[in-house]
């Protein structure tokens, strides 16, 4: 059995794979820690389906996943360095692939776990760290991921079964915000690989509960987007304009779906209510 710890303010964020934590709770992580407050990275996957050595894609030629999984792993050790994250979880579950792979058929794929055995496992850590609060995605796993779809429906079930959690967020990506962005980037020439997001792609703007103001660690969230740097894609935040990457890395949106304490309908900080 999990030892349970003495109680304290506790952040805990649920993410799907190596690399998930830095966008989009990145700066929460920082900012939390700084304040004192612990803070706890759950990643479910090993992120086989990441692209190998020199951006070998998951299915060519050359492909490892056993060595993609390893470095993998690696880097989100240099990752949650700089972001100050305290507790990393791993869950090890085997990488699902973008929605439509064929590794989505693999039995023990982390979509292909029964939720309620990787909730039972969630729910544990739950008890060991007691959150108060707890991030993770939407129910399309913000953009439809199997995996983040998956990771979403296990913290739902982890934080019911427990009852531990106060609060409980979904990150959110202000879909006015990133209509906005897709603007800057076409007029800094960036072509989407030919395929553009689509335009309802983002949180209705009126749903956002909660903005946090994170600009002064949006240098600890570069570094720790770059030591992901076999995820090419990843960087490709990098490449913008110092304003852009400001503006993308500067605050963390999120909608709150449950509270059990009384806080603002509009806040600028996941612990308003618990502190």
Not at 65 to 77: K, N, P, S, T
Request: glycine residues 10%; charged residues 30%; negative net charge.
């Amino acid at each position: 059995m999990l030892e349970t710890m003495d109680p304290q303010l506790t952040l805990m964020a649920v993410h799907a794979h190596p690399d998930d934590e830095v966008l989009g709770t990145g700066g929460i992580f920082a900012r939390y820690a700084e304040e004192g407050i612990r803070t706890v990275l759950v990643t479910c996957t090993n992120g086989e389906q990441g692209d190998g050595p020199d951006g070998v894609k998951p299915g060519e030629p050359g492909h490892d996943e056993a060595a993609v999984r390893e470095r993998r792993l690696a880097e989100l050790r240099d990752s949650v360095a700089h972001l100050g994250i305290e507790h990393v979880e791993l869950l090890g579950y085997r990488d699902s692939g973008m929605a439509g792979w064929d590794t989505n058929a693999h039995d023990d794929a982390f979509a292909n776990v029964p939720v309620e055995d990787s909730a039972a496992r969630l729910g544990a850590l739950m008890e060991k760290y007691r959150p108060q609060v707890v991030v993770t995605y939407d129910e399309n796993g913000a953009y439809g991921h199997p995996d983040h779809i998956q990771a979403h429906r296990i913290a739902v079930a982890a934080a019911k079964l427990t009852g531990i959690p106060r609060k409980f967020y979904y990150t959110a990506i202000p879909r006015s915000g990133f209509r906005t962005l897709m603007e800057q980037l076409r007029a800094n020439g960036e072509d989407f690989g030919g395929e553009e997001p689509p335009a309802d792609f983002g949180t209705p703007d009126e749903l956002i509960t909660t903005v946090v103001d994170v600009m002064a660690y949006t240098e600890r969230k570069r570094k720790a987007l770059l030591a992901h740097a076999s995820q090419g894609d990843n960087i490709t935040f990098l490449r913008m304009p110092e304003e852009i990457q400001r503006q993308v890395f500067g605050r963390e949106a999120f909608v709150r779906v449950e509270s059990a304490v009384e806080a603002p309908d509009r806040e600028d900080d996941l612990f308003a209510g618990l502190r």
